[in-house]
T-cell receptor
Framework: DSGVTQTPKHLITATGQRVTLRCSPRSGDLSVYWYQQSLDQGLQFLIQYYNGEERAKGNILERFSAQQFPDLHSELNLSSLELGDSALYFC???????????FGDGTRLSIL | GQQVMQIPQYQHVQEGEDFTTYCNSSTTLSNIQWYKQRPGGHPVFLIQLVKSGEVKKQKRLTFQFGEAKKNSSLHITATQTTDVGTYFCAGPTLQGGSEKLVFGKGTKLTVNP
């Protein structure tokens, strides 16, 4: 158990819809990261937060947004969903940018 | 920006054979981290190397950090079916004044029993 909790585990929705993925970091970790992993692909970095502030952005689409709340949990919002957004979305947390990251089990998003 | 390249992308071995994956960075790294993702699972942190030329072992796994701190390798001796998965290396990079961890694309290992 990594200590990182992601909900929901699975999400099935239709094109054009909007969903919210939730992540609770490991106790004591201030940094939260979001990644997208398509089938048999690597980890595509989306965005990083540290103690409520955005710290780094990767290849995150404009249709996607995220935030980290005062209690350090984070949400990733995906809107105007397209078939190509179907993927596994991982949240990870760490104590700092150089420190090892601990991943949640992921949310598997399926767009029909 | 900084890139972390991993080779090979795929490796298929017979059980009992050795396996090595290589990681190269375009810039000097403060540390290198290795992760393993089992099929259907999430990446799990394996180890972090910090010092130039550092070598660490975990049972059949040997991790090495290059002298210039720009490359690293993971070697598995006598692979077992439990070694199946994708191995990622990752190194911190400075971007826009903030550091972030850059992951390689991973090496997917399959083991034939």
């Amino acid at each position: 158990d990594s200590g990182v909790t992601q909900t929901p585990k699975h999400l099935i929705t239709a094109t054009g819809q909007r969903v919210t993925l939730r992540c609770s970091p490991r106790s004591g970790d201030l940094s939260v990261y979001w990644y997208q992993q398509s089938l048999d692909q690597g980890l595509q970095f989306l965005i990083q937060y540290y103690n409520g502030e955005e710290r780094a952005k990767g290849n995150i689409l404009e249709r996607f947004s995220a935030q980290q709340f005062p209690d350090l949990h984070s949400e990733l919002n995906l809107s105007s969903l397209e078939l190509g957004d179907s993927a596994l979305y991982f949240c990870a947390s760490s104590q700092g940018a150089r420190q090892p990251q601990h991943f949640g089990d992921g949310t598997r998003l399926s767009i029909l | 920006g900084q890139q972390v390249m991993q080779i090979p992308q795929y490796q298929h071995v017979q059980e009992g054979e050795d396996f090595t994956t290589y990681c190269n960075s375009s810039t000097t790294l403060s540390n290198i981290q290795w992760y393993k993702q089992r099929p259907g699972g999430h990446p799990v942190f394996l180890i972090q190397l910090v010092k130039s030329g550092e070598v660490k072992k975990q049972k059949r796994l040997t991790f090495q950090f290059g002298e210039a701190k720009k490359n690293s390798s993971l070697h598995i001796t006598a692979t077992q079916t439990t070694d199946v998965g994708t191995y990622f290396c990752a190194g911190p990079t400075l971007q826009g004044g903030s550091e972030k961890l850059v992951f390689g694309k991973g090496t997917k290992l399959t083991v034939n029993p």
